[in-house]
């Protein structure tokens, strides 16, 4: 039994915006999040209305954007802010600022989280935002005034109780700079714990800018299992918050990372890349094209690497059922949400190719977020030791979890994962009870 229900049919919708395009990346992220969730309720038993009502976000907010160019021009983005559900919790999830960002995709990625903190159980709901707007196009000074005026129409879903925004695609510590500073500014004191990923100066935990990769090493280690990490070869796509210091944990995990790539292009040195001048590399050229000391490699040929372990870190819907039969690494570890669709799921299962979910990969970013908001709703600190003994605690727990019930249920790890966020926030739902 699949309920496919419209994702913005929910009944407290602020506002939907515009219809995305039938076959945008987005509504494909969207379709892809339903499946996943249709499986879990089939797996679940659970009844039609809970699913249709755990397959409809909560809130959504699609708000416009102007901003001043530097010109003097007016521009008009449109932004958005998703909460899929909150029965566990506030709302929590990053920022997007992509181009190509719509009002499905935002609403995939708010229904990914709230699975994502259910399973790795911190007591948030999940959501999302983001912005349809190119970073790269736009000044330091526009970027600025588009990430406060973005904030200022979500201010009324945003909160330190509510809704926390985080980084994601796009965004990063500055960008939770400027917004903790509009929040705080119309609430006419500081509040640090509105955001997280923001820099330790202003409450940001240590440990929060690599969490996330730190994650993705714990994940690709447990699924390694005894396997000696000296013999294994890893290809990352994707080189920003989360591809980057992933390429180095799982460098300094003992690994040889061999390939990486981003969006100016792919490289490779079957010898292993020297992660730390790559990044090197790519704080001076702004990409990993031109590394002088690798051969250039195209995108679809990295996905394709005859490697140990591939970490999609960039976008959705990156393995497809065409791209995953070029698949030939015996793991896939997912840094980044969505990269694989259902299709290409069956693909890899049928190949013997064993995928670490992105709920569970990449939720070290997440556990982090939620160390940083307990940290500032008590106004204390700890140690960046404390923080990786608590991240590697919720990391391996859940990876147990998932991989014991995936081996006494015969399930995918996915479908394990899902199975298990998907029951926890439809349990709170039936010890709650519906209001009214
Ligand atoms: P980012 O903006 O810092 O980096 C994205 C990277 O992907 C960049 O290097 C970009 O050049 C690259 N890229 C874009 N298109 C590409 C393509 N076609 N081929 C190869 N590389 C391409 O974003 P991020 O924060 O690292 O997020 C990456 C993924 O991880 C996203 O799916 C995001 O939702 C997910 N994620 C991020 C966090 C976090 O804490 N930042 C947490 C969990 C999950």
Redesign the pocket.
């Known amino acids: 039994m699949t309920v496919m229900v419209p994702p913005t049919a929910s009944a407290t919708t602020i506002s939907t915006g515009a219809v995305p395009a039938a076959g945008s990346a987005g509504r494909q992220a969207l379709d892809t999040a339903l499946f996943q969730l249709g499986q879990a309720a089939e797996h679940l038993g659970l009844d039609d209305g809970l699913h249709r009502m755990l397959a409809t976000p909560r809130r959504s907010l699609t708000v416009s954007v102007p901003v001043r160019r530097e010109d003097g021009r007016m521009d008009v983005v449109q932004g958005y802010r998703v909460q899929h559900n909150v029965s566990r919790g506030p709302a929590k999830g990053?920022i997007r600022f992509h181009p190509d960002t719509d009002l499905s995709e935002v609403t995939a990625?708010a229904m990914w989280m709230t699975w994502k903190c259910a399973l790795v159980g911190i007591p948030y709901g999940g959501a999302k935002g983001g912005v349809g707007v190119d970073p790269a196009t736009l000044t330091t000074r526009e970027l600025e005034r588009v990430t406060r005026r973005y904030v200022n129409e979500i201010l009324p879903l945003i909160g330190p109780d509510q809704d926390i925004p985080?980084?994601?695609?796009?965004t990063d510590e500055q960008t939770m700079a400027w917004i903790m500073d509009t929040y705080s500014v119309n609430a006419g004191y500081s509040v640090p714990g509105v955001v997280t990923?923001k820099p330790t100066i202003l409450g940001g935990s240590l440990g929060r800018a690599g969490a996330?990769a730190r994650g993705v090493q714990i994940a690709t280690m447990a699924a390694l299992g005894d396997r000696d990490p000296a013999g294994v070869t890893v290809a990352v796509?994707?080189?920003?918050?989360?591809?980057a210091p992933a390429a180095r944990y799982l460098a300094d995990a003992g690994c040889r990372v061999v390939a990486v790539?981003?969006?100016?292009g792919a490289i490779i040195d079957r010898a292993g890349l020297d992660v730390a001048a790559v990044r090197a590399h790519v704080a001076e050229a702004g990409?990993v094209a031109g590394y002088p000391r690798a051969d250039a490699l195209s995108?679809a040929d990295l996905l394709g690497l005859d490697v140990g372990v591939l970490v999609p870190?960039?976008?959705?819907g990156v393995l497809t059922a065409e791209t995953a039969q070029k698949v030939r690494a015996r793991l896939v570890v997912e840094?980044?949400?969505g990269p694989t669709t259902p299709a290409a799921d069956d693909v890899l299962a049928d190949a013997g190719v064993t995928v670490v979910p992105d709920i569970l990969a990449?939720a070290g970013?997440v556990i982090v977020s939620y160390l940083e908001w307990v940290q500032n709703m008590q106004a204390y600190t700890w140690s960046a030791g404390e923080v990786e003994v608590k991240l590697r605690d919720l990391m391996e727990q859940a990876y147990a979890e998932v991989g014991a019930l995936a081996a006494a249920e015969g399930l995918t790890l996915r479908r394990a994962a899902h199975a298990i966020g998907v029951s926890r926030v439809a349990e709170a739902h039936r010890l709650r009870g519906l209001y009214p």
């Not at 790539?261 to 100016?264: E, G, H, L």
């Not at 870190?313 to 959705?316: D, K, N, R, T």
Request: glycine residues 30%; without cysteine.
């Open positions: 990053g990625l985080a980084p994601d695609v796009g990923g996330t796509q994707g080189f920003g918050k989360v591809g790539s981003d969006a100016t990409g995108h870190a960039a976008l959705e840094g980044a949400n990449n970013g």
